[in-house]
């Protein structure tokens, strides 16, 4: 079993920025794929961005390319997030897959966090 914990949410007036961390509980992880989430009120949950095991590959929904970007170290999954706009408000979701290869559907990830709220005000 893996544990994840995100942080780094909050209030943010638009055009700001925010950097989320998720943090796994196994080292292991290292070997795993991860992806962020969002889920807006009244809305599915939504693919943001995906990172393959090594960090050499990356993939982006159009709705935030460009502006967020996702990376790891051997200790943490990062989403930098810049120019934030009012429709990223949403809770955020760090999610890891057994696997080294990077995916964009949430059924495909084994491992979810807890989730992070995001506020963007206008």
């Known amino acids: 079993q893996v544990q994840l914990v995100e942080s780094g949410g909050g209030l943010v007036q638009a055009g700001g920025s925010l950097r989320l961390s998720c943090a796994p509980s196994?080292?292991?992880?290292?070997?795993?794929?991860m992806g962020w989430f969002r889920q807006a009120p009244g809305k599915e949950r939504e693919f943001i961005t995906a990172i393959n095991w090594s960090g050499a590959s990356t993939y982006y929904a159009d709705s935030v390319k460009g502006r967020f970007t996702i990376s790891r170290d051997n200790a943490k999954v990062y989403l930098q997030m810049n120019n934030l706009k009012p429709e990223d408000t949403a809770v955020y979701y760090c999610?890891?897959?057994?696997?080294?290869?990077?995916?964009?559907?949430?059924?495909?990830?084994?491992?979810w966090g807890q989730g992070t709220q995001v506020t963007v005000s206008s």
């Open positions: 999610a890891a897959r057994v696997s080294r290869v990077l995916v964009i559907t949430s059924p495909r990830y084994d491992y």
């Open positions: 196994r080292r292991t992880f290292s070997n795993y794929a």
